[in-house]
């Protein structure tokens, strides 16, 4: 990877004949990192299947980089590390200053929020100059929410087997139940027990349906998105996808449109919970009054979130419950679409710390 991020820039520099020219980069990171300063940060193991700091864990991510960099001489500096969470609430919050929160949900989950430094514990701070300390009032938290959850949440014997059967069991227990990688195995779980138990389908399995993570979250989004009757375009991106000898009835299309609806209100369900709570923890380490605090901006970003049929609209409801129930106005909390947050968060990062050395 940092081998094909050096190609990238060196490619660049020929293109756009900058090749003397300082670049300063931001880097944003959508896997588990150490943050040691504002552009360091060790690797940690990463979930969803993905292996790619096999051999590197623990290794500094700006260091892997910038080695390729020094390679190919170019003259660049990597001034900020990010993960995608904290990238899109840095983002929002350049056009949006109400910004304190956000979130990431698309085929895995995350968020971020500002809270005080008083909030945090002296273990967490890493290695910074007694400077800092003096003057750091706020900070931004990647909370690595996916890993909260387990034994909170209520899950199903549907929910116990994609955890039992995945290769990192308990280990990003919200996840497991809200991020897109899983809406469709949890669906594909409750219909591979339909089709042995019950006889849907006429107990034929459709092909490829009895194989793990086969059954995508897009093709549940098909049939929540089919307003037809006979809800052919969702019963044409099922069979396109999972064959079968005679196409479903219109009662086992409806089955499976139920089935997405509840597996997807109850994800925008979980997700507003852990949401919820972390506006709440800001408010008790800011000192505030539910009744009396702020509009906060929850900057979003991720396909789930931004397009999976009204996804972001069920979670905003429950969110808006939650914050009254908590003697908050409604709307206290608002879902704000921030696209491409991740490359614009990156840069607003890099400029920050650039901006903040340069008065040092």
Request: glycine residues 8%.
């Amino acid at each position: 990877m940092a081998e094909r991020i050096g190609e990238m820039l060196a490619e660049y520099n020929h293109i756009q004949g900058t090749s003397n020219a300082r670049l300063q980069m931001g880097l944003a990171w959508s896997f588990p990192v150490e943050q040691t300063s504002p552009r360091t940060g060790k690797l940690l193991a990463m979930g969803k299947g993905f292996c790619a700091t096999h051999g590197v864990e623990g290794q500094d991510l700006s260091e892997l980089i910038m080695r390729s960099c020094r390679a190919r001489h170019l003259n660049v500096d990597l001034m900020a590390i990010v993960n995608d969470g904290a990238a899109t609430l840095l983002a929002q919050a350049y056009r949006n200053p109400s910004t304190r929160m956000s979130l990431i949900l698309g085929t895995g989950t995350n968020a971020a929020v500002i809270l005080p430094v008083t909030a945090i514990g002296g273990g967490k701070w890493g290695e910074r100059p007694d400077s800092w300390h003096a003057a750091a009032k706020q900070v931004l938290v990647n909370t690595e929410l996916s890993m909260f959850g387990k034994r909170i949440f209520p899950r199903t014997r549907w929910d116990d087997e994609l955890n039992n059967k995945h290769m990192l069991p308990d280990f990003q227990p919200l996840e497991y139940l809200v991020a897109g990688r899983y809406l469709g195995e949890i669906a594909r779980l409750i219909l591979v027990e339909a089709v042995t138990t019950v006889g849907l389908f006429d107990g034929q399995m459709p092909a490829k349906l009895s194989e793990p993570y086969s059954l995508e979250a897009r093709t549940l989004a098909a049939f929540q998105d089919d307003s037809s009757p006979d809800l052919s375009k969702a019963c044409s991106t099922f069979i396109h996808e999972h064959s079968m000898p005679s196409p479903p009835s219109i009662s086992e299309l409806t089955f499976i449109r139920e089935i997405a609806g509840l597996v997807s209100h109850r994800a925008a369900t979980y997700l507003a919970t852990a949401l919820h709570a972390l506006w709440t923890l800001r408010l008790v380490a800011e000192g505030l009054d539910a009744g009396s605090v702020d509009h906060v901006t929850i900057a979003c970003n991720g396909t789930i979130i931004q397009k999976y049929p009204a996804f972001h609209q069920c979670c905003q409801r429950q969110l808006d419950e939650l914050c009254e129930l908590s003697g908050a106005a409604k709307g206290a909390a608002s879902l704000e679409m921030a696209p491409e947050s991740s490359i614009f968060g990156a840069a607003v990062a890099a400029c920050c710390i650039n901006d903040s050395e340069a008065r040092t």
